[in-house]
């Protein structure tokens, strides 16, 4: 209730906005075998990396993680980016991150394609929902920042672009190849430049 108040939308248009979206999701993990794995796989890869040294103590030898104080300076300092001490963490972040992109942008332009029939003011949602992401102030910005939330808009954003401009082109057949693999999924050069990687699905197709 507080969320559709909010927003200034009807409370049952909201409700079936947020239940459909979550819809897309569930079956994009139940539709794509490797997804989850994939995911698994990154996030797997990524901890790898991390420096953990075992220290003798009192209560005998425990793991050594990186200083909780010194992991927020940085993140305040960079944000995601400030986290990221290699090369390989940077990329593995890298690949996560497009990877999130393109699920919450393929579950908006869904939405986009399915709402207009199933939610009552479809339009005037969509248009609420952006304003709420552009409109808020310079502490709020800074706040989501902080909190990792400004990554997740900018998420929604590039990875709704990306699936428009591939649907656009080749239509929803030429998009669904985006999950045929992990290769498939389009690099960070590609998620922000669509052609690159319709170029590329192209010529692996011809």
Known sequence: DEASLALGVDRES???????????????FGGVPWLRDHLGALLGEYLDTLD?????????PTPSLP??????????????????????????????????????????????ALAPGLVPEHEGLRAAMEHRRDSR??????????????MKMRQYREGKAFCDAVAAEGGATLLRTVWDAPEALPDASELVHPERW????SAAAA
């Open 198 to 201: 319709i170029a590329r699905r």
């Open 52 to 60: 953990v040294k075992i220290t003798s103590g009192p209560g005998g």
């Open 14 to 28: 909201f409700l079936r906005w947020v239940t459909i979206h979550e819809l897309v999701h569930a079956l994009q």
């Open 67 to 112: 200083n909780p104080a010194d992991l927020v300076a940085r993140f305040r300092e960079g944000g995601l980016a400030g986290l990221v001490q290699t090369r390989r963490q940077h990329a593995i972040l890298e690949r996560l991150q497009v990877t999130m992109a393109v699920l919450e942008g393929h579950a908006e332009h869904v939405m986009d």
């Open 137 to 150: 102030s310079a502490p709020q910005r800074v706040l989501m920042r902080l909190l990792g939330m400004e």
